[in-house]
């Protein structure tokens, strides 16, 4: 069998993504590849990015991860969803939560649109009523899939995410990554060499004049892009017409009570503010647009709506939501926040970094760089960003906030076709257009829908062949259902208490 010839693998950038990368590709190509990660602590990481989405479990069992241990080593909490409050309008609060139903769907369709019809008639509550998730997170409860649950119970295999301290994570994967082979190199890049025929990456010098070689190149190396743009000069496609925030101020506090199993996102009057509760204290941002506030102005709405003592001076983060026009261009492969930005509002940085080491397993070199490969990439990563990007437009754009000019703007802007078709085809009959490929369930379209505001005008007809009676009781049932579900459920604190405190 002819060797590959793809054998060293140079990985700028230690943070959450580099060392992600790292750790997958220890784990997956072995003594196969030589992995040598750079990075220089002098430059640091952009130390934000604590609340996930429930994939990350899946890259976890890729490595083999044991959960618990790494519950401990981060301080993690886990995740049933997202409260967006006053999104809508002043007041107005909701959960985006992970569920992958919603109660239970008769026959055909899924649970929504039985909902819709039954709704109409007054004799149904609000969505929120109907999973596991959004009934559990506002009443502090959790659990994760427990051996004496029956199979067919809700309860049986709950998606959840998790809040987590990502320094902590990138350091717990650098140990992995060391005790499979690879090597770490502390110092900072100082030039990137190309190829003079063909203008692929040769090496990196550090300061100092060490030479660092590969044949692949993995720019992990944050928002400057070293190798994707200031060398490769590819390019960023700007999503800021739609995603107007461009900053965001940071600050962490000691935590003030048990921790809830849910992010919270408030709006505010020029953007929003997160709170992210981990074991050992509470992340706090507040993202916002420098066009409707100044810095002073964000930092005061940050710390006025924070609980506990701060652990630190807030500081401060700029960005352009978008993308490099390439992730993969040449000989290097842009992963994390080297390829793009969009805000954290769904919690998708850590998300798209664990897409772009999938997506690069699945097509990784063997014999050189045909371009067939790397075009592949690109589209996919393309497609996945898209994708997230409608689904961060929606919140903002389906809104009924007048009060500030920026969520004047937000509702009167015009958003990507993709995503108002779909708006459209929802607003219709509660349906709407999903590749089986993207992140979000359908599920998560449909909350945020309804929760912003988008009611159908009607329902699938099928829904009509089940008698209205019928229609209710099942309507009823699947309510009961999931109340008692959640009546069983422990405290998050007592689970974390039980199985996994620091
Ligand atoms: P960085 O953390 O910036 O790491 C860059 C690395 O490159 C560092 O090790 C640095 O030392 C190294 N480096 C740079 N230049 C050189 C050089 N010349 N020589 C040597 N080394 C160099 N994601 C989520 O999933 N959930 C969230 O809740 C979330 N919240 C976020 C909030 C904000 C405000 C921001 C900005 C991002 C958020 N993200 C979130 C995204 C998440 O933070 C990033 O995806 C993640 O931290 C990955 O960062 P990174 O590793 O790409 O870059």
């Not at 054998?7 to 959450?16: A, H, K, L, S």
């Not at 900072?188 to 060499?193: D, G």
């Amino acid at each position: 069998m002819a060797e590959s010839c793809i054998r060293n693998v140079v990985i700028v950038g230690g943070g959450t993504a580099g060392w992600m990368t790292a750790a997958a590709l220890a784990r997956t190509f072995g003594a196969q590849l030589a992995v040598r990660l750079v990075e220089s602590s002098e430059i640091g990481t952009v130390g934000v990015g604590e609340a996930t989405v429930p994939h990350l479990k899946l890259f976890n069992n890729l490595l083999q991860i044991d959960e618990i241990e790494f519950i401990r080593r981060t301080s993690a909490t886990f995740k049933l969803g997202i409260q967006l409050n006053d999104w809508h309008h002043l007041g107005d609060s909701y959960i985006h939560g992970f569920g992958t139903t919603i109660g239970r769907g008769l026959g055909l369709l899924p649970f929504h649109q039985y909902w819709l019809k039954a709704a109409r008639a007054g004799r149904a509550g609000p969505l929120g009523d109907y999973t596991v998730h959004t009934l559990a997170a506002p009443r502090g409860k959790f659990m994760s899939s427990a051996s004496d649950v029956p199979r067919d119970s809700p309860l049986a295999d709950i998606p959840y995410a998790y809040h987590m301290d990502t320094a902590r994570y990138a350091l717990f994967l650098r140990e992995y990554a060391a005790a499979r082979g690879v090597r770490r190199t502390e110092g900072k890049v100082a030039e990137v060499k190309l190829r003079p025929d063909d203008g692929f990456v040769e090496s990196v010098v550090l300061e100092g004049g060490e030479v660092v070689a590969g044949d692949l190149f993995i720019d992990c190396s944050g928002f400057r892009g070293l190798l994707i743009e200031q060398a490769l000069h590819t390019g960023y496609i700007e999503f800021k017409d739609w995603l107007p925030c461009d900053r965001a101020v940071v600050v962490r506090t000691e935590s003030v009570g048990p921790p809830p199993p849910f992010t919270r996102a408030n709006a505010q009057a020029a953007g929003w503010q997160w709170r992210i509760p981990l074991q050992h204290r509470t992340g706090n941002g507040h993202v916002y647009s420098s066009a409707y506030i100044s810095d002073d102005e964000a930092t005061a709405t940050l710390l006025r709506n924070i609980q506990g003592r701060p652990l630190g001076e807030p500081f401060q983060l700029r960005f352009t939501a978008g993308m490099r026009r390439k992730l993969w261009n040449r000989n290097v492969v842009a992963i994390g926040l080297s390829g793009g930005f969009m805000e954290p509002l769904e919690s998708t940085g850590i998300h798209l970094i664990q897409m772009g080491i999938t997506r690069l397993l699945g097509l990784f070199p063997r014999d050189g760089f045909d371009p067939v490969l790397s075009e592949r990439y690109n589209a996919q990563l393309k497609f996945d960003t898209e994708r997230i990007r409608d689904f961060l437009i929606l919140h903002y754009h389906a809104t009924e906030r007048e009060d500030t000019p920026f969520w004047q703007q937000c509702q009167h802007m015009s958003v990507p076709p993709s995503l108002q078709d779909n708006i459209d085809l929802f607003a219709d009959s509660g349906r709407f257009f999903r590749n089986a490929d993207e992140l979000f369930a359908e599920i998560s379209w449909v909350q945020v829908m309804i929760g912003q505001g988008i009611v159908p005008r009607s329902w699938h007809p099928l829904v009509d062949q089940v008698p209205e009676t019928d229609l209710y009781r099942f309507v009823d049932d699947v309510a009961r259902l999931m109340a008692d579900c959640v009546e069983v459920m422990p405290s998050h604190q007592a689970f974390i208490d039980r199985h996994c405190a620091i």
